[in-house]
T-cell receptor, first 113, second 114 residues
């Protein structure tokens, strides 16, 4: 089946620290991979995506590379800010008669000044 | 401006009392989804509509129903809410099923069951 496993949270860092949130997946075929972010009181927003192996998605200083050999899509940022505090979800997309997203359980990130 | 709007933001209901959550969209998208997100868990797809065609996930309980009276609106009906149905309910839309189509999420409705 299709599934996504994310690094357990919560994660607490100081401002300007380096961030990695691990994500691995299990899927049939070659899914597209996504990171979504959920700020307090808001819905899910697409942060970045990659549609094939070795693609790198990037946005707002965040990056993730689609690694087929390790079935991973780890999220990284070189220098986090307080405003990055949110819950981050890794997801894969499957097409099973319809476009469907399968999410990981989410990782809560808190950045302290 | 919000493109996928969910009302209310917080909903409280009583055990066994039917409740309806609503979602509207200004994007004229064909597809609307309902996800259930329990505390500290992954959002889980309940069902989706492609236009008027309803598609239920195999493991969605019968207690959950949906209506889509027109393109803009979609409702989630919980016929007899149990304590285990307390969750955030997320609505999402997309134009279609092409691989480059983006999903747009609403802010969610947090349902409490007393």
């Amino acid at each position: 089946g299709n599934s996504v496993t994310q690094m357990e949270g919560p994660v607490t860092l100081s401002e300007e620290a380096f961030l990695t949130i691990n994500c691995t997946y299990t899927a049939t075929g070659y899914p597209s991979l996504f990171w979504y972010v959920q700020y307090p009181g808001e819905g899910l927003q697409l942060l970045l995506k990659a549609t094939k192996a070795d693609d790198k998605g990037s946005n707002k200083g965040f990056e993730a590379t689609y690694r087929k050999e390790t079935t991973s899509f780890h999220l990284e940022k070189g220098s986090v800010q307080v405003s990055d505090s949110a819950v981050y979800f890794c997801a894969l997309r499957v097409i099973q008669g319809a476009q469907k997203l399968v999410f990981g359980q989410g990782t809560r990130l808190t950045i302290n000044p | 401006d919000a493109m996928v709007i969910q009302n209310p933001r917080y909903q409280v209901t009583q055990f066994g009392k039917p409740v309806t959550l609503s979602c509207s969209q200004t994007l004229n998208h064909n597809v609307m989804y309902w996800y259930q997100q329990k505390s500290s868990q992954a959002p889980k797809l309940l069902f989706h509509y492609y236009d008027k065609d309803f598609n239920n996930e195999a493991d969605t309980p019968d207690n959950f129903q949906s209506r889509r009276p027109n393109t803009s609106f979609c409702f989630l009906d919980i016929r007899s809410p149990g304590l285990g149905d307390a969750a955030m309910y997320l609505c999402a839309t997309t134009a279609g099923f092409a691989t480059n189509e983006k999903l747009f999420f609403g802010s969610g409705t947090q349902l409490s069951v007393l």
